[in-house]
């Protein structure tokens, strides 16, 4: 075996938004199925109708901080990109 190693790829860039508003979404339908049947839910088993409104939170505040996210580390790549040229 060489000692030589290909360079790593750039990292792949997706449409955090789209992301975390899908799996929101995921959260929302297993959510309304496990309310549907909750009848027949075991009382030891009803924890899962609490993981998706878990689910449901978490996505919620993901769709709000990508955002923010996003914005602030595309000022950050502008100072530094600023910071490069001065």
């Known amino acids: 075996m ?3 190693r290909r360079p ?12 975390t508003a899908v799996i929101t979404a995921g959260w929302a339908i297993a ?3 496990l309310l549907a049947v909750r009848a ?4 030891g088993d009803r924890w899962w109708i609490w993981t998706c409104v878990t689910g449901l ?3 919620g505040f ?5 955002p923010h996210l996003k914005r ?11 910071a490069g040229r001065g």
Request: negative net charge; without cysteine.
């Open 72 to 82: 602030s580390r595309e000022r950050a790549a502008r100072r530094r990109a600023e």
């Open 8 to 19: 790593a790829p750039p990292p792949l860039e997706a449409n955090d938004e789209l992301v």
């Open 40 to 43: 027949d839910i075991p009382p």
């Open 2 to 4: 060489s000692g030589t």
């Open 57 to 59: 939170g978490l996505g």
């Open 31 to 33: 959510l309304i199925v």
């Open 62 to 66: 993901g769709l709000l901080y990508v």
